[in-house]
């Protein structure tokens, strides 16, 4: 148990006793690939196969439950796009209280329909605002007339304590652990985690992980106290926030040993690979601290290190995108702007003698349409090995073809890529 500066106490046991036959108890696995990759003992904590495929049903249910009969009658409302949105409302129907969830108009259909799926009769779904932001400001105006009770995503005490029963089942299955590594976003998950962890055992290393493209906790570390980013990378969405939490921060910056960013790419690099190799559908979110290993080699070597998989709403339309920016990542994907020599037969020498041979062009459009057979192409290559991209320069070089090279300028590619 501990205390914030606000005095408020943190009952993980009591929370813990509460969850019992609404969350399942998510295996914590061994994984032998990854731990012979790494030369340490590597267990995942498998919350992406929880009752709503994520932890946060935990933190929800606790504060919910915790209402007031009053409070409860009311109602409650909150403001979410994915995994906090199910949680409440499959927290709503478990408790027969009526919820309101704002969740913006961009939303996928399919986290709509899970929503709704899990808090039946119970819930309404409001689609409004085309940003999160937006949402929120409804959700809270809606909140303050009707006189119902806002269920915040992660800065509350109630929230943070539910997430922390994360911590107690870890502990309770793996008390010899060294490590802990765990996704951050508003920074719940790894406030009641290490909360509750350092509590029970000083010594444990607890590292907190976040997209490179949305490093709000890091900042916030930095510049000691939260502050709300310009603008962030969404694609990591279960953890990209621009503001964590005030309570959040004050927990993970006393707590956690170490705050980590890590590429999106590499995030999808791990997707790709715990799918293939384990059989597990990770979000982006829940791929990130294992991502994160990589930075942590020598740190981890010969350790007991547990990784949580924070959830597992990844939607499968979404696979084409991860596996792109994965190969950009890995050096396996490039995009050029190709000029061809203004010579009969350039196309036919340029996939014939600049190409490797494990070279594959994956898209290729002439920008120019008045120009087609002279004029610039955008040409997409993918390698087979990263080694063979200044093989492929130099054959560009030698036989005149002028490229700029799309994957270095960010602007252009994202204008045209």
Request: glycine share 8%; hydrophobic share 40%.
């Amino acid at each position: 148990m501990k205390t914030t500066e606000s005095t408020v106490s943190l009952d993980f046991t009591a929370a813990a006793e509460r969850l019992k036959g609404i969350v399942k108890r998510t295996p914590l696995e061994f994984n032998p690939g990854l731990s012979a990759q790494y030369n340490a003992n590597i267990y995942l904590k498998r919350e992406d196969m929880q009752v709503v495929r994520s932890y946060k049903l935990r933190g929800a249910y606790n504060m919910i439950s915790s209402l007031s009969a009053t409070e409860a009658a009311n109602g409650v409302v909150c403001a979410s796009a994915g995994n906090h949105a199910q949680g409440v409302a499959h927290s709503c129907k478990k408790l027969n209280i009526k919820g309101v969830i704002f969740m913006p108009e961009i939303t996928p259909k399919q986290k709509v329909k899970q929503t709704k799926m899990f808090g039946g009769d119970n819930i309404e779904v409001v689609l409004v605002g085309d940003t999160f932001d937006d949402c929120l400001r409804e959700a809270l105006q809606y909140t303050s007339q009707h006189g119902m009770k806002f269920i915040p995503p992660f800065d509350h005490h109630k929230i943070i304590e539910g997430q922390g029963t994360v911590g107690v089942e870890i502990y309770e299955d793996l008390p010899d652990l060294d490590i802990v590594i765990m996704p951050v976003g508003g920074g719940g998950l790894a406030a009641g985690v290490s909360n509750y962890l350092r509590s029970v055992k000083p010594d444990v290393i607890l590292i907190g992980t976040e997209p490179l493209g949305a490093p709000s906790m890091k900042h916030a570390f930095s510049h000691e106290g939260p502050l709300t980013l310009d603008h962030i990378d969404r694609f990591v969405d279960g953890a990209a926030v621009k503001r964590v939490g005030e309570l959040t921060y004050t927990y993970c910056r006393s707590l956690l040993n170490e705050m980590l960013l890590v590429p999106e790419g590499k995030i999808c690099t791990s997707i790709l690979k715990l799918y293939n190799e384990d059989a597990i559908v990770a979000e982006p979110a829940g791929a990130l601290s294992i991502a994160a290993l990589d930075q942590l080699r020598e740190q981890i070597k010969g350790k007991t290190v547990v990784c949580v998989v924070s959830g597992g709403n990844n939607d499968i339309e979404r696979m084409q995108e991860i596996k792109e920016k994965s190969l950009l990542f890995e050096g396996l994907k490039h995009y050029f702007i190709v000029r061809f020599p203004q010579r009969p037969g350039a196309l036919k020498l340029f996939v014939s003698n600049v190409l490797g041979p494990h070279d594959d062009i994956t898209r290729f459009e002439f920008i120019k349409k008045t120009e087609r057979e002279n004029g610039p192409a955008l040409v997409g290559i993918e390698l087979k090995d990263p080694q063979d991209y200044a093989g492929l320069l130099q054959r560009m070089k030698d036989f005149k073809f002028e490229v700029i090279e799309l994957n270095q300028d960010q602007t252009l590619f994202e204008y045209l890529v």
